[in-house]
């Protein structure tokens, strides 16, 4: 089967720094996708990782390490509207193949 | 980015009605739409990959018979729930490919469905 694992849940306080890990053993990888989810929404898109290294996009970075099945989401500056679920997603094979989501990281920013 | 829409955004219905729900790119053709669902305090899970003009693709566990999944063009695919019971309650969020290698997909804003 295919296994995804993140953390449940972790706190911040505003303008630190949070990491969120995902780690996962799947059949197959053609790319690492994290999205960021509000209560009640729809996964919005934050960043799409297929080779290993550092993506930076804003106060948002994806890093992913194939050979060692491993990604994290760096958030900087936090700010009370990260507040939201994110989401670690695996594509398995070619493109048009279904994403396999990990369970989600709860993250709760406070004053 | 690309613009998926889906229809209705909410619906609350009795047990045993069938409830249709309508997944729109509005801005690109998507070979390929996926639906997914989503419990309370869950991650997405997969239910079906559709892909326009032949039969979708079901995930083991999920009733072919019961998720019906019709996409007759490359911008609109719908899922029918049918004989919905309290348990079917869930959110349901379709997503869509745009382009043929390119991996990104993107998601409609959900339908909660509620079954009384």
């Known amino acids: 089967g295919q296994n995804i694992d993140q953390p449940t849940e972790m706190t911040a306080t505003e303008g630190a720094i949070v990491q969120i890990n995902c780690t996962y053993q799947?059949?197959?990888?053609?790319?690492l996708f994290w999205y960021q989810q509000h209560a009640g929404e729809a996964p919005t898109f934050l960043s799409y990782?297929?080779?290993?290294g550092l993506e930076e996009k804003g106060r948002f970075s994806s890093f992913l390490s194939r050979s060692k099945g491993y990604s994290y989401l760096l958030l900087k500056e936090l700010q009370m509207k990260d507040s939201a679920s994110y989401l670690c997603?695996?594509?398995?094979?070619?493109?048009?193949?279904?994403?396999?989501f990990g369970k989600g990281t709860t993250l709760s920013v406070s004053s | 980015g690309a613009v998926v829409s889906q229809h209705p955004s909410r619906v609350i219905c009795k047990s045993g009605t069938s409830v249709k729900i309508e997944c729109r790119s509005l801005?690109?053709?998507?070979?390929?739409m996926f639906w997914y669902r989503q419990f309370p305090k869950q991650s997405l899970m997969l239910m079906a990959t559709?892909?326009?003009?032949?039969?979708?693709?079901?995930e083991q566990g999920v009733e072919k018979d019961k998720f019906l999944i019709n996409h007759a063009s490359l911008t609109l695919s719908t899922l029918t729930v049918t004989s919905a019971h309290p348990e079917d309650s869930s959110f349901y969020i379709c997503?869509?490919?745009?382009?043929?290698?390119?991996?990104?997909?993107?998601f409609g804003p959900g339908t909660r469905l509620t079954v009384l």
């Open positions: 801005d690109f053709q998507a070979t390929t």
């Open positions: 997603a695996v594509i398995l094979r070619e493109a048009g193949t279904a994403l396999i």
């Open positions: 559709s892909n326009e003009g032949s039969k979708a693709t079901y």
């Open positions: 799947t059949s197959g990888f053609n790319g």
């Open positions: 997503s869509a490919r745009a382009g043929v290698s390119y991996n990104e997909q993107f």
């Open positions: 990782n297929v080779l290993d």
